[in-house]
């Protein structure tokens, strides 16, 4: 099946600090998400972007749908404790549809140092 | 109180052993999930289901079954336990009637399965 490559795997950052990840595929998405997973919880959308080269922000983060529709980037800016946690991008083929449509990437995760 | 729920959120269980890890939800969505997580794999789709009726099997589902019993209610189970089956299981829901929110499901918190 498809993959999708995240990276890194593992952050380890002092707080105040930009955070950047990546998520990589070998075939093109048409909807890109990125989860969150805090410790002990389960995975909770932060953003969804629909559109080639489409750059949304929620707060301190900010995703953009790569122009080749093969990858996907995460910043956080001024990172802070509770930003800890695993990062999760998934990518769907088509516009609509449930979970079942969607790939997971391997996830990142974050532990910021105070 | 959450939206979905899992039962149990831990167990330790020895190999051959019949397991069943339960999920109810209270947001009223139709379409139901069972995922896999393991270190460094992400998250694995192993049963869904989009009504009470329905039931497909997802990206890795040998070894597991599910049962759809009401709207609210989603099983799995691993009929004879093994090690490799262990990891942490989410179910998850979702609404396809949900505008521009294509793609977001609602995770429970986890059920964490380990197989001596």
């Known amino acids: 099946g498809q993959q999708l490559n995240q990276s890194p795997q593992s952050m380890f950052i002092q707080e105040g600090e930009d955070v950047s990840m990546n998520c990589t595929s070998s075939s093109i998405f048409n909807t890109w998400l990125w989860y969150k997973q805090d410790p002990g919880e389960g995975p909770v959308l932060l953003i969804a972007l629909y559109k080639a080269g489409e750059l949304t922000s929620n707060g301190r983060l900010t995703a953009q749908f790569g122009i080749t529709r093969k990858d996907s980037f995460l910043n956080i800016s001024a990172s802070i404790p509770s930003d800890v946690g695993i990062y999760f991008c998934a990518g769907q083929v088509g516009f609509t549809g449930g979970g079942n449509k969607l790939t997971f990437g391997t996830g990142t995760q974050l532990k910021v140092e105070l | 109180d959450a939206d979905v729920t899992q039962t149990p959120r831990n167990r330790i269980t020895k190999t051959g052993k019949r397991i069943m890890l339960e999920c109810s939800q209270t947001k009223g969505h139709d379409r139901m999930y069972w995922y896999r997580q393991d270190p460094g794999l992400g998250l694995r789709l192993i049963y869904y289901?989009?009504?009470?009726?329905?039931?497909n099997k997802g990206e890795i589902s040998d070894g597991y079954s599910v049962s759809r019993q009401a709207q609210a209610k989603f099983s799995l189970s691993l009929e004879s336990a093994i090690p490799n089956q262990t990891a942490l299981y989410f179910c998850?829901?979702?609404?396809?009637?949900?505008?521009?929110?294509?793609?977001?499901?609602?995770f429970g918190e986890g059920s964490r399965l380990t197989v001596l």
């Open positions: 289901s989009f009504d009470v009726k329905d039931i």
């Open positions: 998850a829901t979702s609404d396809p009637g949900r505008a521009g929110a294509s793609g977001e499901l609602f």
